[in-house]
């Protein structure tokens, strides 16, 4: 059963950093596409950005609205994916979800999100 | 990129209804379509995937349709349990999401 637990959210000044991870259980990780999707209170699904696997360079690709901003990366021994936001901004502030993109490339499965605040 | 037009915004419905909601894409994502669904406080679940495969679990009164650009989902006879907001998804190119649909029952 894939597994997928993000933690790291917080409570966080604006202008400051946070660094997310995404625990995965159940599928062969290293081969896997990874997204981090986020929502706001009350608003709908904003893509993040995603990472593909090492045979594609562990080529990263983001949203315009975080691009400069975040950092997606991965650790293939820990089964681990990372979410580092800097320079963070009170419209930053959202539930954020690791998804993994399924083989076949068409759908995702969906973690339970961690929640970030940006506020002073 | 690739923008989600979803409509209606919202829908208020009765019981054993039938629901549409439609979903456009600015470009041909082909059969690159899915459908979420998100209760409060919870992570979506896919509902439909491909334009019209049904996720395993998931009830047949959900039906998805469409190919290219245009693409629709129906609940045959809707629920009290169905009630939740709507989500399509392209899977064409990264992703990209409509605004969603947010259910109601009457």
């Known amino acids: 059963e894939v597994q997928l637990v993000e933690s790291g959210g917080g409570l966080v000044q604006p202008g400051g950093s946070l660094k997310l991870s995404c625990a995965a259980s159940g599928f062969t990780f290293s081969d896997s596409v990874m997204h981090w999707v986020r929502q706001a209170s009350g608003r709908g699904l904003e893509w993040v950005g995603r990472i593909r696997s090492e045979t594609y360079s562990y080529a990263t690709t983001y949203a315009a609205s975080v691009k400069g901003r975040f950092t997606i990366s991965r650790d293939d021994s820990k089964n681990t994916a990372f979410l580092q936001m800097n320079s963070l901004k009170t419209e930053d502030t959202a539930v954020y979800y690791c998804?993994?993109?399924?083989?076949?490339?068409?759908?995702?499965?969906w973690g339970q999100g961690t929640l970030v605040t940006v506020s002073s | 990129d690739i923008q989600m037009t979803q409509s209606p915004s919202s829908l208020s419905a009765s019981v054993g209804d039938r629901v549409t909601i439609t979903c456009r894409a600015s470009q041909n994502i082909n059969s690159y379509l899915n459908w979420y669904q998100q209760k409060p406080g919870e992570a979506p679940k896919l509902l439909i995937y491909a334009a019209s495969s049904l996720q395993s679990g998931v009830p047949s009164r959900f039906r998805g349709s469409g190919f290219g650009t245009d693409f629709t989902l129906t609940i045959s006879s809707l629920q009290r349990e169905d009630l939740a907001t709507y989500y399509c998804q392209q899977s064409y190119s990264t992703r990209t999401f409509g605004q969603g649909t947010k259910v109601e029952i009457k």
């Open positions: 998804t993994r993109q399924d083989s076949s490339g068409l759908y995702d499965y």
